[in-house]
Structures are given as C-alpha cells and as structure tokens.
C-alpha cells in the first residue's frame, strides 16, 4: 500500500463546526424564540427599573412597592402550567404566540394603571405570560436543536433575557428623565409585533410532531382541572394563589410559616396528580428553582434601587451598570452553554455558581466612588452566577419525558420561580435591620450555595431513584415471582 492512500485511511476527518450541524430554519426557530425572549427581558423588568418613580407617585413604602415586582410571580405558577399544557397538547410555536401576546398586553396596561392595585393586577398578567415564554421558547428551541447541542441552545435563548433588560434600561435613562415611568411600558409593545410575526411562520417541531403523532400529549390542565378532580383542585388553586398574596403582604413570621407550608402542600398535591411516580422529581426540582430564585433575584430586582438610594446613583449612572451587568448576564448564559456541551450539564452550572461566590461580597463593600471596579464587578457576578442559569431550562427538562416536557418545565419552573415573588420582599426586609446592599449579598452567598449542593449532587435524581427503589420494594412480587417460590 502506498503511504498517500496509507495516510489517507488513518488521518482523522475533520469534525464539523457545531453551527454548520443547524439549517437555516433552525436558526430562524432561534431568532424568533431569541427575540421574544429578549422582549420578555424589557417588559419584565422595567418595574425595576421605575420602582422608586412609582412608589413616589402612588405613595408607597420600599417593602410595599417591591411586591409589585413579586406580582409577576404569584401569577407564574399557573401560566407556567397552563401553557406548558397548551404546548403539549397543540405544540409549541401556538404556545410561543400565546405567551408573548399575554406579557406584551399586560406591559401596555401597567402604562394605564391608575393606582397601586391596578398595577398590581396588570403586572400579574405579565407574569401569566412570562411563565409561558419561558416554557414555549426554551422547550421550542431545545427540541429543534440537535441533542449534543442543547446546551447551548439553552444558553444562547436564555442571553436574549438579559440583553432585553440592558435594552430597558438605555430606554429608562432616555425615557424617563424627560417623560413619565408610564412611557416606557407602551413603547414595550412595540418589538413584540415583530416577534408574533415571526413565530406565526415557524414549523412546528420535529421532536413534539413524531411523538404527538404516535399519541396523545399530556395536558396538566386537563389532568388537574377537569372532571372530578376540578372538584377539590380549583379550590386548591385558589387557597394556593391567596397564600401566595398574603405572604407578600408583611406578616408576622409564625403566619407566614403557616401561609408557605400551606403554599407548599397545595402544589406537592398538583405535582403528585400530574405526574405520579415523577411526583418526587418534580418536587425536588421545584425546590432547586425555588433556591435559585432567591439568590438570583434580591440581585436583579433590587439592583436599580441600591444604586439609586445607597449610591446616589443617577438615572444615567443607572443605567451604565446595568448595561454592563446585562452584557455580563448575556456572556455568561453563552458560556455557559459551550460549558455545557463540553463538560456536562451539571457541572457548569456548579462550576460557575462557585465562582460567583468570589465576586458577590465585593460588589456590596465598594461603596460610592468606584464606578468603573462596580461595573467590572458587576459584569463578573452576573456572568456566573446569573449567567449559570442560561441552562437552567436544559438541567431541568433533562429530568422529563416528552410527553409532558413542556408542562414539566413550565410547572416545576415556575412554581420555583415564586422564590422570585419572595425575593424582592425579603430583600427589603432584610435591608431594614442591615443595608440594602448588605442583605442582597447574604442572601446571594447563602442561598447560591444550596444551589450548589443541590445541582451538584443532583438530588432531584437521587430523590426519584430513592422513590422508585422504595416503590419497587413495596410491590407486591409478579406472578413469576410467586410459582418459583
């Protein structure tokens, strides 16, 4: 044999680059999904942003003003749920219209509010929405994408978020010194138009059209809340949400226990309906969210406020940091998913959240007078501890079966999200005996290394083994079983 056809059979080939694996309409799935994400990102955080300007017009406390930004999550739960179930049940891109079209009208509302209530109630709306974003886009992009590159795609939807949120706040600072807070939530609509259009023209996909081909889809709704069982599971709903409201309303602490144990077994009743011998996973996931949440969102919720009362920020100032602190949030959801795909799901997400660690003291102990280290500091926390959760949607989707993916993400997401709901608040609580900044960063440090512990060693897996082991003990033996004996 001759040493060119020698060389020939042994050189290895050269791989294929990761985006010359996607077709053209894979990336357009990207960018529709991409860009309502993005628009997801302004509407949501906008109240952030005009939370000081609001509760100086409506005449509200810090505490009482923060549960306008919890609003968004007492509603989550059940968006999350329902159109989690619409995806599954008719697919994924009439679910991605449905979301969108929700938070883009509950936007234009808050614009409309006329008091403390109504904004609360419009802001409820977007989270109806937001919840259903988040399970029809990452589920939408997650099954179109190849499987070795889901990370990624996971990462690279979830950067839209922040960038939207970097977008609201150059709008903030251009807007608001020169109008009304109100402004800003009308010129949200806007790009959303965009995005319907391009999600009405999408394919739906492969993964959902194969399998709901073969049989029916799961629906949540339907499971919990038609025929008998609506019976006693709409009360629940119902007692759910109140506790969830009343919690936010600054209880004494033996009724707020009382209210989140309530809370709590309201949805382990859903989940154990839903789905049954999955019911331990989906607990275990809910807590891990819920975790995630807390460390998450005293940060980004109450991040304009810091540096407007402690740091005397203007709205210009303002809004610089966040741009960097958006740019990193972005960077990192990027990173990683590459991370991901690389090293596995589980540990880039650990591996980030441990590094964030290093930056969340700092960024509080700076004090007034070092804008440039805050934006670098901002942009390094973000990048990884916020930024970890680009693949949040691909560690929790992983733990579902397709037939109810979607409403899987969507409930287990979003029933956690209400750590979100008590984030802001606990924030504020937490800032009256200590500062603002002081309680933001104890609340990072804590609550980011329980997510550690419970990514890591991925208990929600462990959890549903230890069930099914104890399921499979407690059955009584087959037929087989019985003879040979």
């Known amino acids: 044999m001759s040493s060119s056809s020698s060389n020939a059979t042994t050189d290895p080939v050269d791989p294929v680059p990761w985006y010359r694996e996607l077709s053209?309409?894979?990336?357009?799935?990207?960018?529709?999904?991409?860009?309502g994400y993005a628009m997801d990102g302004f509407d949501f955080v906008l109240i952030t942003l005009v939370l000081t300007e609001v509760a100086q017009d409506f005449h509200l406390s810090t505490v009482t003003a923060a549960t306008l930004v919890s609003a968004a999550f007492i509603s989550r739960w059940?968006?999350?749920?329902?159109?989690?179930?619409?995806g599954d049940r008719f697919g994924r891109r009439p679910a991605m219209v449905l979301s969108i079209a929700l938070y883009a009208v509950g936007a234009a509302l808050c614009g409309f509010a006329w008091d403390y209530w109504s904004l609360f109630a419009f802001r409820?709306?977007?989270g109806l929405g937001m919840a259903g974003e988040y399970?029809?886009?990452?589920?939408y992009v997650i099954e179109s994408w190849p499987a070795r590159l889901r990370n990624k795609a996971s990462g690279m939807l979830l950067s839209g978020y922040p960038l939207g949120s970097v977008l609201a706040a150059k709008t903030y600072a251009w807007v608001v010194p020169h109008s009304s807070w109100r402004v800003l939530f009308w010129l949200g609509i806007i790009p959303v138009v965009l995005a319907i259009y391009l999600r009405k023209r999408l394919p739906e996909t492969k993964e959902w059209t194969e399998f709901s081909a073969k049989e029916r889809p799961v629906s949540a709704a339907?499971?919990?809340?038609?025929?008998?069982?609506?019976?006693?599971n709409l009360p629940i709903g119902v007692v759910a949400a109140l506790s969830i409201f009343f919690v936010l309303r600054n209880q004494t602490m033996p009724v707020t226990l009382l209210l989140v144990a309530v809370v709590?077994?309201?949805?382990?009743?859903?989940?154990?309906?839903?789905?049954?011998?999955?019911?331990?996973?989906m607990v275990a996931l809910m807590i891990t969210v819920f975790s995630a949440f807390l460390y998450s969102w005293p940060l980004q919720s109450l991040l304009p406020t810091y540096l407007k009362t402690d740091l005397h920020y203007d709205p210009g100032q303002v809004s610089d940091a966040l741009l960097y602190a958006g740019i990193g949030y972005a960077a990192g959801s990027i990173l990683a998913g590459f991370l991901g795909d690389r090293f596995g799901t589980r540990r880039a997400y650990v591996s980030m959240l441990v590094a964030s660690l290093f930056f969340v003291w700092p960024v509080f102990a700076l004090g007034e007078g070092h804008t440039v280290a805050l934006w670098v500091l901002l942009f390094l926390l973000l990048g990884t501890g916020q930024g970890a959760s680009g693949i949040l949607p691909k560690y929790v989707s992983g733990h579902y079966p397709v037939r109810f993916r979607a409403a899987g993400l969507g409930f287990?997401?979003?029933?956690?999200?209400?750590?979100?709901?008590?984030?802001?608040?606990?924030?504020?609580?937490?800032?009256?005996?200590?500062?603002?900044?002081?309680a933001i960063a104890v609340l990072g440090l804590s609550l980011?290394?329980?997510?550690?512990?419970?990514?890591?060693?991925?208990?929600?897996?462990?959890?549903?083994?230890?069930?099914?082991?104890?399921?499979?003990?407690?059955?009584?033996?087959?037929?087989?079983a019985r003879e040979a004996v």
């Open 24 to 35: 053209p309409q894979d990336w357009k799935a990207f960018a529709a999904a991409w860009l």
């Open 78 to 86: 059940f968006g999350g749920l329902a159109i989690g179930a619409f």
């Open 124 to 126: 409820m709306v977007i």
């Open 135 to 139: 399970t029809a886009s990452a589920t």
């Open 222 to 232: 339907a499971v919990l809340f038609t025929g008998r069982r609506s019976t006693w």
């Open 264 to 281: 709590a077994a309201c949805f382990v009743t859903f989940a154990v309906q839903f789905a049954g011998r999955l019911w331990p996973v």
């Open 412 to 438: 287990s997401y979003n029933v956690g999200a209400l750590g979100g709901a008590a984030a802001p608040v606990l924030g504020a609580k937490l800032a009256e005996p200590l500062s603002l900044g002081t």
């Open 448 to 480: 980011t290394a329980v997510v550690i512990v419970l990514v890591g060693f991925d208990v929600p897996a462990r959890v549903q083994r230890w069930a099914d082991a104890r399921h499979a003990a407690a059955a009584p033996p087959s037929t087989e």
